[in-house]
């Protein structure tokens, strides 16, 4: 049975780690681009067989990444692709592209921004947490 646990949740991006029988199985990355596909994104299956006016009605693009140390087996890829591509309300303006991603020293680090912010720069995310102060705490944690 897998686990799954938000470890960090901000505006646009959301950062959990999957877990079966106690042990991480993978990080998963949700950012909210806020843009649309990039050129690069266009290329990628299924979206080089689509037409580009379709691909251009879309707005707005979520980027799921999927981060392990070594290769993920089928099983758990396709388990893990399978619960986070729901996470995304797909509409006609709304779409998401999953990827994984290896970083071989993954787990060799204290869970903190710095560790954030390498995954995040591995993964080729433009986001960057920023560091704040702890008497705004209070403010980011209500709804």
Same mark, same amino acid.
């Given at each position: #049975?897998?686990? !799954?646990?938000?470890? !960090?949740?901000?505006?646009?991006? +959301?950062?959990?780690?999957?877990?079966? &029988?106690?042990?991480?199985?993978?990080? %998963? %990355?949700? +950012?909210? =681009?806020?843009?649309?596909? =990039?050129?690069? /994104?266009?290329?990628?299956?299924? *979206?080089?067989? #689509?037409?580009? +006016? /379709?691909? @251009?009605?879309?707005?707005?693009?979520?980027?799921?990444?999927?981060?392990?140390?070594?290769? *993920?087996?089928? $099983?758990?890829? /396709?388990?893990?692709?399978?619960?986070?591509? /729901?996470? %995304? &309300?797909?509409?006609?303006?709304? &779409?998401?592209?999953?990827? $994984?991603?290896?970083?071989? @020293? !993954?787990?060799?680090?204290? %869970? &903190?921004?710095?560790?954030?912010?390498? #995954? *995040?720069?591995?993964?080729?995310?433009?986001?960057?947490?920023?560091?704040? @102060?702890? #008497?705004?705490?209070?403010?980011?944690?209500? @709804?």
């Amino acid at each position: #049975m897998i686990s !799954l646990h938000r470890i !960090l949740k901000l505006r646009d991006l +959301e950062i959990f780690h999957v877990s079966r &029988n106690g042990r991480i199985i993978s990080y %998963v %990355v949700i +950012e909210d =681009t806020r843009n649309p596909f =990039t050129e690069e /994104d266009k290329k990628l299956d299924p *979206l080089c067989y #689509m037409d580009a +006016e /379709d691909i @251009d009605a879309i707005l707005n693009v979520f980027r799921i990444s999927i981060i392990n140390d070594e290769k *993920l087996n089928e $099983e758990d890829s /396709d388990l893990i692709t399978s619960f986070f591509s /729901d996470f %995304v &309300n797909n509409t006609n303006l709304t &779409n998401f592209i999953i990827k $994984e991603y290896i970083q071989e @020293d !993954l787990y060799d680090h204290e %869970v &903190n921004l710095k560790f954030f912010n390498k #995954m *995040l720069k591995n993964i080729g995310s433009n986001y960057s947490i920023e560091e704040f @102060d702890e #008497m705004n705490w209070i403010y980011l944690s209500q @709804d």
